[in-house]
Structures are given as structure tokens and as C-alpha cells.
């Protein structure tokens, strides 16, 4: 029996090769387990959408921060 968690780290890469053959067929034959996938990979490319990196300009005052902060090796 394969769980919502076994998908997650199948769509992530991280599951054994059994395991990838197993899920591949259940993909194929079990319309729930499909659908599921499918609801899983679609939010997947939804979060990737919303990953920003930080302007320039956030970058520049982080350096320039960090920059006059007075730190001492020890």
C-alpha cells in the first residue's frame, strides 16, 4: 500500500528503484492514485512559480549589513 508520502518522495526523487517501478504501475492502473499524482506535481509547479529570488537591491544592503557589522576573529 503506497501513501500520499511514498508520491511526495517518489515526485522528489527520492524513492528505490522498486519502489519507482512499483508506483509506475499503480500510475498506470489505480485512477485515484493517478489523480493524486497529478493534484501533487501540479502544486509542486505552483510553488516553484512562487519562488522569488531577492532583488539586487536586498542583496546589496544584506552585504552592506553585513559589511559594517564589527566582527573580530576570534
Not at 18 to 23: D, F, K, L, R, Y
Not at 29 to 53: A, C, N, R, V
Amino acid at each position: 500500500m503506497y501513501t500520499p508520502n511514498d508520491l511526495v518522495r517518489y515526485i522528489y526523487g527520492e524513492t528505490s528503484q522498486v519502489e519507482n517501478e512499483i508506483i509506475e504501475i499503480l500510475l498506470q492502473t489505480d485512477t485515484k492514485f493517478k489523480k493524486l499524482y497529478d493534484q501533487m506535481t501540479s502544486s509542486q509547479h505552483d510553488l516553484d512559480d512562487l519562488m522569488e529570488s531577492p532583488s539586487d537591491e536586498v542583496i546589496r544592503k544584506i552585504i552592506s549589513s553585513a559589511q559594517s557589522l564589527d566582527m573580530h576573529s576570534v
